[in-house]
């Protein structure tokens, strides 16, 4: 399965999740070390954005302050800019800066749909939604982060230590226990 086809699945989930996140859940505690909802909603805003410029081979940019009512639409806003801009010809055989060092285009697409991934279970964690994503998309996402997700990778602003899942967990909590995060 391609990124963008990833991206399909996993983009209109992160953004009913988002939509459906209140501004009285923004104070909530998340999986993310050190990150309340809010500071989630900030980072998918911003990273976002910024990685939408440059794989359009734009400055990165960074993304105005948004109010607590305005979050939630402006998350989903971004992640559709970013969809878009991975979409355009010639996005997945270019070469693109990241912070991990210049990545092929289809190879970044599949970092970040894990890296989604992840955050929208935090999210959907975090505020009592249900997470609902077919197996084979987490088994496609998965088989990429065990092959790209390196120790040089992992650190406190990224993804912990893989964990041990619990016995008999399914395909998205032996993901989660991989990016270092407790399913309990």
């Known amino acids: 399965m391609d990124p963008l086809s990833q991206f399909d699945v996993l ?19 998340t999986p993310c070390s050190e990150w309340q909802v809010r500071d989630l909603l900030q980072h998918l805003l911003g990273g976002a954005s910024m990685f939408a410029n440059v794989v359009r081979g734009e400055e990165p940019g960074t993304p105005a302050e948004i109010d607590d ?31 991990f060092g210049d990545m092929p285009g289809e190879a970044f697409a599949r970092l970040l749909a894990f890296d989604l991934l992840m955050h929208t279970w935090d999210l959907a964690t975090s505020t009592d939604q249900t997470l609902s994503v077919p197996d084979e998309v987490v088994v496609e ?43 309990t």
């Not at 983009?11 to 505690?29: G, H, M, R």
């Not at 989903?76 to 270019?94: N, Q, S, V």
Request: charged share 25%; aromatic share 4%; glycine share 10%.
């Open 11 to 29: 983009i209109p989930v992160l953004q009913q999740v988002a939509a459906n996140t209140s501004a009285d859940q923004l104070d909530d505690e």
């Open 69 to 99: 009512v305005a979050m939630a639409d402006a998350v989903c806003a971004a992640i559709a800019d970013l969809d878009g801009a991975f979409r355009t010809p010639g996005a997945m055989e270019k070469t693109i800066p990241t912070p």
């Open 141 to 183: 996402v998965d088989g990429f982060a065990r092959a790209a997700i390196g120790s040089e990778i992992r650190g406190p602003e990224t993804f912990g230590p893989e964990i041990e899942p619990e016995p008999g967990a399914g395909a998205l909590e032996r993901l989660v226990a991989f990016s270092g995060r407790s399913a």
